[in-house]
């Protein structure tokens, strides 16, 4: 009997330390851009439920610089075990690679999709005293003499410099990109009219843009969206045909075992698909974008290559 009840103890104990190890554990989201901006807006919605589908605290730590190569950098070198992931772009993912091609990594090679978290328009915003109403104006002004255009971007490849460039092909203008370490801080300086013109996120420029301080004058998606229905597409100004959906994905070391994958797309699957998540990133211009986690893979190579053979087709390079 004393034999069993020592048994039992221990055993008990070694329940309580297990519990308390994994509830200590945590998971980490890089995101490799300054806060505020969209890729942090979504990553920061998904948290809570994330965390509940993997019963560990998800937090978010936010790595700026090089277009988001320093915080991929760092979730690439990190431990290949499931709890450090980056939050990544569709730009990151096939443009970076053409901007840095001296960097020591390469997402496609080094990196393993588990989730894709949504997609989102950029919207070409200006300031309301620059006098610019449409897309046409913009072209006019950049063609006029000694014409001087600026244009603000989250770094060389990010989604702002990709459709500024899309921008400069289709009109034959020509325009300076000002790189920023991400949203929050370049949209600081178009609402002081420092900067002519932006592709902005509809995460952090909506409000600005209902409240009258920027002025859209188109959207980058393939369709009208329902909170700004008034805004042409780029397409439907005639100064867009880049066919490209720009989406966000989760993404951890490759050497991460295959159950620690499969267990997080399953999380990460669930979690996307959370009615309260849906609706606070809906609220902000973020599409139900949905890839089934069987699919993940298939559709990262295919789109990956999309972007980068448009990249290439509007002429970006590394400077």
Do not use: C
Not at 136 to 159: C, H, P, R, W, Y
Not at 177 to 196: C, E, F, N, Q, W
Not at 235 to 255: C, M, R
């Amino acid at each position: 009997m004393i034999i069993t009840l020592r048994a039992f103890m221990l055993a008990s104990l070694s329940m309580i330390y297990t519990w308390s190890a994994q509830a200590q554990t945590t998971t980490t989201i890089v995101v490799p851009f300054s806060a505020g901006g969209p890729t942090d807006f979504i990553a920061r919605q998904l948290a809570q439920p994330l965390s509940k589908e993997l019963g560990m605290p998800v937090v978010i730590e936010n790595k700026p610089g090089a277009s988001g190569n320093i915080g991929t950098k760092q979730v690439v070198d990190s431990k290949p075990d499931g709890l450090t992931l980056v939050h990544s772009t569709a730009a990151m993912q096939a443009v970076n690679p053409l901007m840095y091609p001296e960097a020591s990594f390469n997402p496609t090679k080094d990196l393993i999709p588990v989730g894709i978290t949504g997609a989102l328009p950029n919207v070409l915003v200006v300031h309301p005293d620059s006098g610019i109403k449409s897309v046409k104006d913009i072209v006019e002004k950049g063609k006029a003499a000694n014409a001087q255009l600026s244009f603000a971007t989250f770094g060389s490849g990010s989604s702002p410099h990709f459709y500024g460039s899309v921008l400069q092909k289709n009109t034959g203008i020509a325009a300076m990109p000002v790189p920023y370490k991400g949203s929050a801080h370049a949209i600081t300086d178009m609402l002081a009219g420092r900067i002519d013109f932006m592709f902005d996120s509809m995460t952090t420029s909506i409000t600005h843009l209902k409240s009258g301080k920027l002025v859209g004058l188109a959207i980058t998606s393939n369709e009208r969206s329902p909170l700004l229905p008034d805004l042409p597409t780029l397409k439907e100004t005639g100064y867009g045909d880049a066919d490209v959906t720009f989406w966000f994905a989760l993404q951890v070391p490759v050497g991460t075992p295959a159950k620690q994958v499969e267990m997080l797309r399953t999380a990460i699957d669930k979690a996307v698909q959370n009615p309260d998540y849906r609706q606070s990133v809906a609220a902000r211009g973020v599409q139900n974008f949905y890839v089934p986690p069987d699919e993940i893979d298939s559709f990262i190579k295919k789109d990956t290559k999309k972007w980068r053979d448009t990249a290439q087709a509007i002429g970006i390079k590394a400077e």
